[in-house]
């Protein structure tokens, strides 16, 4: 079959061979998957210059966190899927390639009438989203919130997410009035063009100065800092990373009962596996229309080198996945 490995880290795209490897098969407790769809996450390209979770023992490694696709076959103890199923999965590796194997416990049956390109970009950012907000951030109906970077694959269903848990409003930031005019149909309240303009006089100016209840961070650097400094008495900010900037290692001391926190979706998931079934719940806001999941890009696993460097600059809206078929 053909995949997309990495033998060696580096800086750019040059690592990401397109090659014949041997397909995978299922061991105990296992699904192998033909796969039709794997989204990318910017977490990949971490992983292709050797900062994520990854050693140099560890390669040559099939990235791709997530993946769409139809059971090809189970392995032994697996009961609950039959083979021509359409599936998504979540096994943080293995996803760009024609064949993928996965934990069926990693594994989610996907209803009728969700694409696969859809169906492959739910996983990350909708678990990180939704987790993020409602567990560190506690999120309740009639607060609040500032979403950074809502035109990141996390940010843009956060901005959906929050309004489906009820936040009275919800704010966002993107670069460009294009970005900021999406943002406003997928249903932000208030979307900030931070080339224009300053989040943090606008968001003081439109909330009488009270500032909002919580904030989900993902910039990191100055807008970490700048962040803190919207947070109402009693809010939460909770830092999922720094696409941009580093975040301090140890979340600095708020006065007025307001709090900072780190939030990572893996840990979250080894500490919580069964919330991993949330998934189905996406799929059943999708198919309710309260739900979009914007697909700004497909490319074939044959240009995954293209498609990594897309994610990198600063064009997209949404989600860029690979499509094997
Ligand atoms: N902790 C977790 O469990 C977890 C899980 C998933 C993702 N994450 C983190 O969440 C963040 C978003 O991830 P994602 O995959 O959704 O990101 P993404 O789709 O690649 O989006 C990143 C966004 O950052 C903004 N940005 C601001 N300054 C930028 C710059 N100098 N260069 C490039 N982009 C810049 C861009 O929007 P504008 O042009 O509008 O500024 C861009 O769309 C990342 O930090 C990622 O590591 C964390």
Known sequence: MKAIRIHRFGPGEDVLQYEEVPKPSAGAGELLVKVEAAALNRADLSLRRGTYRVAPEDLPIIPGREFAGRVESAG???SDFRAGQPVVAYPTKGGYAEYAVTKAALARPVPDGIEPAVAAA???VCLTAWFALLE???LKPGENVLIQAGSSGV??????LAAVVGAARVFTTSGGAQKCARLRELGADEAIDYTSRDFR???????????VDVVLEMVGGDIYTKSLEVLAPGGRLVSIGGAVGPIPDKPPELTDGRKATRFSITNYLNAHPERFKQLDTFFDLIRQ????????RVFPLSETRAAQRHLEGRDHFGKVVLAMT
Do not use: C, F, N, W
Not at 289 to 296: A, C, S, T
């Open 76 to 78: 032994p103890g697996v």
């Open 122 to 124: 739910v996983p990350t």
């Open 136 to 138: 560190d951030g506690a």
């Open 155 to 160: 940010g843009h269903v956060a901005v959906q």
């Open 201 to 211: 006089q606008e968001i003081m100016k439109m909330t009488s100065a009270r500032g």
């Open 289 to 296: 229309q309260k739900l979009r999941i914007v697909i700004d």
